[in-house]
């Protein structure tokens, strides 16, 4: 079993930074990508930002040039830095990893349970 604890969200005002943090534990064999997602109150999830094994990053166009997603593979660990945060910001966001288990050697998605932001205007 593979799980997911997401820390660093809260309170936060407009203009101001937050970075999330993302530790996988359990029975990985490997981690591929790993990403934050977000869901605001009556919206979808919405993908935020992903990394590869091998470091490359995608991001929506709404948070280029102010998140900035990294990860740690010593520390099975996915950032997220963000800056400049907006009221529009404002959800849960959530870990999301693809991880090759080492017990069945497949590869399966774990989500997080998340962690909240809020930036007030």
């Known amino acids: 079993q593979v799980q997911l604890v997401e820390s660093g969200g809260g309170l936060v005002q407009a203009g101001g930074s937050l970075r999330l943090s993302c530790a996988a534990s359990?029975?990985?064999?490997?981690?591929?990508?790993m990403a934050w997602y977000r869901q605001a109150v009556g919206k979808q999830r919405e993908l935020v930002a992903a990394?590869?094994?091998?470091?490359?990053?995608n991001y929506r166009d709404s948070v280029k040039g102010r998140f900035t997603i990294s990860r740690d593979n010593a520390k099975n660990t996915v950032y997220l830095q963000m800056n400049s945060l907006k009221p529009e910001d404002t959800a849960e966001y959530y870990c999301?990893?693809?991880?090759?288990?080492?017990?069945?050697?497949?590869?399966?998605?774990?989500w997080g349970r998340g962690t909240l932001v809020t930036v007030s205007s």
């Open positions: 999301n990893a693809n991880v090759k288990d080492a017990e069945t050697y497949s590869y399966i998605e774990v």
């Open positions: 990394i590869s094994g091998s470091g490359s990053t």
């Open positions: 359990g029975n990985i064999f490997s981690l591929n990508v």
